[in-house]
């Protein structure tokens, strides 16, 4: 599976983007599907996720209520909606993909995901 990222760009605090994380080679229905991000001079972080196959996701503290994850199975597509942006939100964010369904307590870590893709940058203005 390979991952390419895109729907990075400028915009203002308050703002939104919708990233689009595009996968050549269909992913499986057991596959876990997530979003990273990582800022200038910090570590990667854990955004989103959710399965290849649908059902409940699972998301940051930090941008619950504000981001969304999905998917158009269709596509081969992954999206992360981001609403109410600030500053802070900042950062390279990549698409990541796992080959297996990983528990909750295993979302979060980078090292549980196999495929990534090339990341797209946000910057949030204030």
């Known amino acids: 599976v390979q991952l390419q990222a895109s729907g990075g760009g400028v915009v203002q605090a308050g703002g939104s983007l919708r990233l689009s994380c595009a996968a050549s080679?269909?992913?499986?229905?057991?596959?876990?599907m997530g979003w990273f991000r990582q800022a200038p001079g910090k570590e990667r972080e854990f955004v989103a996720a959710?399965?290849?196959?649908?059902?409940?996701?699972a998301y940051a503290d930090s941008v619950k209520g504000r981001f969304s994850i999905s998917r158009d199975n269709a596509k081969n597509t992954m999206y992360l909606q981001m609403n109410s942006l600030k500053p802070e939100d900042t950062a390279g964010y990549y698409c990541?993909?796992?080959?297996?369904?990983?528990?909750?307590?295993?979302?979060?870590?980078?090292?549980?995901?196999?495929?990534w893709g090339q990341g797209t940058l946000v910057t949030v203005s204030s």
């Open positions: 990541a993909a796992a080959p297996r369904g990983l528990i909750l307590i295993m979302l979060s870590r980078s090292s549980e995901y196999d495929y």
């Open positions: 080679g269909r992913p499986s229905s057991s596959f876990t």
């Open positions: 959710t399965r290849w196959s649908g059902g409940s996701a």
